[in-house]
């Protein structure tokens, strides 16, 4: 049996997710909701093994990193020191043909002209800038006093909580501050199943350092960041890194690579590893007007820490995962399986007995026949 063509082999992937029980589409029932999406009885073991397998590595077993978990709403002073309530956009056109609502960097181009990706027609809007966060109000008014956001991701809350931890944690430079939780964009067209997704979960750390440190810091979690998915059985030949260039790097982030594996539609991010300099604690010092600096006791000097993050997708990292087990069974040539062997490796004994034997016994069951589409 000869590999499906990969456009194929995403649909297949879709619905072996529904099939086995990973992955439905949110209120099926009610025609769904676009970008949204409800993991299952093995879905949510596999996820829950990844994250555990995360925190594990991040938090428990480093001296260096402690854990929070901030609420999803937060003031809106936040964002909009952070700058996101200003710039965190996309180009957004919209083809009078069809109405179809594009992203401005994914149409498609023939002969110098710009062109609708769903209908090839060629009468479309100038593009405009489309915030990405979802809007809520917080209390019973609902006016511009009590708007916030849904937050889009989580590390503005470790930021604005590095003053309470650095004082209980009582860590020296560098130290980090690890969080895993849920986050929201807009997005104008969510695609490729669960990869580009209105509501996602996140696992984000922020490491503090001396301005310094900062390179050198970026290079040594690009590293631990692919060790970490080799681990969990993606093999290193189908993990790529990125080096943003300069001109695509947000212009505070000194250096920034992106973790890329091959899905089977296409090379796409994993994990951001960005250097971001002091902009997030600098620009929330200023709107605070809260000192949010570090004391050296050895050169009794004050200043605000810099900061490398490694912040990667959960449910990516899922579907990374997923395919990697659906190419499995491809490549033995139809004989079987799913091992989930990823899920296996992913439950290590010491986190939860409990947890590994029941994902084990669900990806035993689903080893049966018609595993296959
Ligand atoms: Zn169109």
Same mark, same amino acid.
């Given at each position: 049996?000869?590999?499906?063509?990969?456009?194929?082999?995403?649909?297949?992937?879709?619905?072996?997710?529904?099939?086995?029980?990973?992955?439905?589409?949110?209120?099926?029932?009610?025609?769904?909701?676009?970008?949204?999406?409800?993991?299952?009885?093995?879905?949510?073991?596999?996820?829950?093994?990844?994250?555990?397998?995360?925190?594990?590595?991040?938090?428990?077993?480093?001296?260096?990193?402690?854990?929070?978990?901030?609420a999803?709403l937060m003031n809106r002073s936040v964002w909009k020191a952070s700058?996101?309530?200003?710039?965190?956009?996309?180009?957004?056109?919209?083809? $009078?043909?069809?109405?179809?609502?594009?992203?401005?960097?994914?149409?498609?181009?023939?002969?110098?002209?710009?062109?609708?990706?769903?209908?090839?027609?060629?009468?479309?809007?100038?593009?405009?800038?489309?915030?990405?966060?979802?809007?809520?109000?917080v209390?019973?008014?609902?006016?511009?006093?009590s708007l916030t956001y849904?937050r889009?991701?989580?590390?503005q809350a470790?930021?604005v909580?590095?003053?309470?931890?650095?004082?209980?944690?009582?860590?020296?430079?560098?130290?980090?501050?690890?969080?895993?939780?849920?986050?929201?964009?807009?997005?104008?067209?969510?695609?490729?199943?669960?990869? $580009?997704?209105?509501?996602?979960?996140?696992?984000?750390?922020?490491?503090?350092?001396?301005?310094?440190?900062?390179?050198?810091?970026?290079?040594?979690?690009?590293?631990?960041?692919?060790?970490?998915?080799?681990?969990?059985?993606?093999?290193?030949?189908?993990?790529?890194?990125?080096?943003?260039?300069?001109?695509?790097?947000?212009?505070?982030?000194?250096?920034?690579?992106?973790?890329?594996?091959?899905?089977?539609?296409?090379?796409?991010?994993?994990?951001?590893?960005?250097?971001?300099?002091?902009?997030?604690?600098?620009?929330h010092?200023?709107a605070s007007?809260?000192?949010?600096?570090?004391?050296?006791?050895? &050169?009794?000097?004050?200043?605000?820490?810099?900061?490398?993050?490694?912040?990667?997708?959960?449910?990516?990292?899922?579907?990374?995962?997923?395919?990697?087990?659906?190419?499995?069974?491809?490549?033995?040539?139809?004989?079987?399986?799913?091992?989930?062997?990823?899920? $296996?490796?992913?439950?290590?004994?010491?986190?939860?007995?409990?947890?590994?034997?029941?994902?084990?016994?669900?990806? &035993?069951?689903?080893?049966?026949?018609?595993?296959?589409?």
């Open positions: 049996m000869s590999a499906a063509p990969e456009s194929q082999r995403m649909e297949k992937i879709v619905s072996l997710c529904k099939r086995r029980g990973f992955i439905f589409q949110s209120s099926e029932i009610y025609g769904g909701l676009n970008g949204l999406w409800d993991y299952g009885p093995l879905g949510v073991e596999l996820k829950r093994n990844l994250k555990n397998y995360w925190w594990r590595m991040m938090v428990h077993e480093r001296d260096d990193v402690v854990g929070m978990d901030g999803i700058g996101h309530e200003d710039t965190f956009t996309d180009p957004m056109i919209d083809c $009078r043909s069809c109405r179809a609502r594009l992203r401005g960097d994914q149409l498609v181009e023939k002969k110098g002209v710009k062109q609708c990706p769903v209908c090839g027609g060629k009468d479309l809007t100038e593009p405009r800038a489309f915030n990405l966060m979802f809007k809520t109000y209390g019973a008014t609902e006016d511009e006093s849904l889009p991701e989580t590390a470790i930021f909580q590095f003053k309470n931890i650095l004082e209980i944690a009582r860590k020296k430079l560098p130290f980090g501050i690890a969080q895993i939780g849920k986050a929201f964009r807009n997005e104008i067209n969510p695609r490729n199943f669960t990869f $580009r997704s209105r509501e996602f979960e996140q696992m984000e750390l922020e490491y503090f350092c001396r301005a310094e440190e900062g390179m050198k810091l970026l290079e040594y979690w690009k590293e631990e960041r692919l060790k970490f998915y080799e681990n969990i059985g993606i093999p290193r030949t189908r993990l790529h890194v990125l080096t943003v260039p300069d001109d695509e790097r947000a212009f505070y982030s000194k250096g920034t690579y992106d973790i890329e594996y091959d899905f089977p539609f296409g090379r796409q991010e994993l994990e951001g590893v960005a250097y971001r300099t002091d902009y997030d604690l600098v620009q010092q200023k007007g809260k000192p949010l600096e570090y004391f050296d006791e050895e &050169t009794k000097q004050k200043f605000i820490p810099h900061v490398v993050e490694p912040s990667a997708g959960v449910d990516r990292t899922v579907l990374a995962l997923i395919c990697e087990a659906y190419s499995d069974r491809v490549r033995s040539a139809g004989v079987i399986v799913a091992r989930m062997k990823s899920a $296996r490796r992913l439950g290590s004994p010491s986190i939860s007995k409990r947890s590994v034997k029941k994902t084990q016994n669900f990806a &035993t069951r689903s080893r049966c026949a018609n595993a296959i589409p």
